[in-house]
């Protein structure tokens, strides 16, 4: 059988709440992770991580934090988004060599990154944005997941109204103060199926050259 097309990927998403038990096999997690992290992020600096979340008793520690929900308590994976706001000011070195093994990035490139970029992070530092544009890398990152795990046969679940504190307790982050749970992600087999509610029309939602105006 042919692989879903991503149109048909983006058309057949839902968001399920209840998850058979059965585990995410491993080499499908790592491909998941991996295909999670192709996710573009500002000046590539990657500043967003993602914890997967298996052992049950911790699942359970995640289903506390999220008021209760069941999802992270019923599907065998939770995948933890952080943002990581003070990112940009660790070791780039390695993103920067990597760019020039592949050929991406030129000398020049480089050092306008290595300079304008971090100038740029450091003037969100200064206005207060820093983890704001973190946590918009690591929803992108999200967002892969959600779409890979689609294609892959596996339902998503992803869960907003939880304690930020206590979901880095139960990461085992609760002394970084500079990271931010961006989203909690449960993937699982769906153990149920849920009709597409609907979207409103193109034309309530997406305009032309200025807001309101038709296409």
Same mark, same amino acid.
């Given at each position: 059988?042919?692989?879903?097309?991503?149109?048909?990927?983006?058309?057949?998403?839902?968001?399920?709440?209840?998850?058979?038990?059965?585990?995410?096999?491993?080499?499908?997690?790592? !491909?998941?992770?991996?295909?999670?992290?192709?996710?573009?992020?500002?000046?590539?600096?990657? &500043?967003?991580?993602?914890?997967?979340?298996?052992?049950?008793?911790?699942?359970?520690?995640?289903?506390?934090?999220?008021?209760?929900?069941?999802?992270?308590?019923?599907?065998?994976?939770?995948?933890?988004?952080?943002?990581?706001?003070?990112?940009?000011? &660790?070791?780039?070195?390695?993103?920067?060599?990597?760019?020039? !093994?592949?050929?991406?990035?030129?000398?020049?490139?480089?050092?306008?990154?290595?300079?304008?970029?971090?100038?740029?992070?450091?003037?969100?530092?200064?206005?207060?944005?820093?983890?704001?544009?973190?946590?918009?890398?690591?929803?992108?990152? &999200?967002?892969?997941?959600?779409?890979?795990?689609?294609?892959?046969?596996?339902?998503?679940?992803?869960?907003?109204?939880?304690?930020?504190?206590?979901?880095?307790?139960?990461?085992?982050?609760?002394?970084?103060?500079?990271?931010?749970?961006?989203?909690?992600?449960?993937?699982?087999?769906?153990?149920?199926?849920?009709?597409?509610?609907?979207?409103?029309?193109?034309?309530?939602?997406?305009?032309?050259?200025?807001?309101?105006?038709?296409?």
């Amino acid at each position: 059988m042919a692989p879903p097309t991503v149109t048909q990927v983006i058309r057949t998403r839902r968001s399920i709440r209840r998850f058979r038990p059965d585990p995410v096999p491993e080499h499908l997690l790592r !491909e998941l992770l991996e295909l999670t992290l192709e996710a573009p992020s500002s000046w590539n600096f990657q &500043a967003r991580s993602v914890v997967a979340v298996r052992n049950p008793a911790n699942r359970e520690a995640l289903s506390r934090a999220a008021n209760g929900q069941r999802q992270p308590r019923e599907a065998p994976l939770t995948l933890v988004f952080l943002a990581e706001a003070e990112g940009w000011r &660790a070791d780039l070195s390695d993103v920067y060599a990597r760019a020039r !093994e592949n050929r991406a990035w030129d000398e020049d490139f480089v050092r306008s990154t290595a300079t304008h970029g971090i100038e740029f992070q450091r003037d969100l530092a200064a206005r207060g944005l820093a983890r704001e544009y973190a946590v918009k890398d690591a929803m992108i990152a &999200a967002t892969h997941a959600m779409l890979a795990a689609t294609a892959f046969g596996l339902a998503t679940s992803p869960m907003n109204g939880w304690d930020e504190a206590e979901v880095l307790r139960a990461v085992g982050a609760g002394h970084r103060d500079d990271l931010a749970v961006a989203l909690l992600l449960s993937v699982g087999f769906p153990a149920e199926e849920r009709r597409h509610p609907g979207r409103r029309p193109l034309a309530r939602l997406a305009f032309g050259e200025r807001y309101g105006e038709g296409l």
